[in-house]
């Protein structure tokens, strides 16, 4: 038993490593689109808009409806309750996961 204990432990350690930064909860609405230029314009109409679930210093996952693809540097725009302006940034978007017909979670790395 001890044996399936330390097995089952040793497993989740080396496939879910710990994470390199502490995420907190972040419930805010969310605009990616294709682009790597920092410039300050609004997102286009075909902007993907998505509600951020957790944040940290590293990245964001978030909830679409549309499928992003792994490895794909996407603009991001979101905006604080405190602040009245978007706080733009970009993103590589590191993993992708299908919850439903019509939503996918998605993790984001800031790269900027």
Known sequence: MTSLVL???AQKTLF??????KRVSFNEEIVLWKGTSLQTKKPPRSAIVG??????DGGVCLITKTK???NQFLRMAFKLESVPINIPTLVEIRWVEKMSDAHFKVGARFIY
């Open 68 to 70: 992003l693809e792994v």
């Open 7 to 9: 097995n089952d432990i």
């Open 16 to 21: 879910n490593p710990p994470r390199e930064n």
């Open 51 to 56: 509600k951020a679930k957790n944040i940290s």
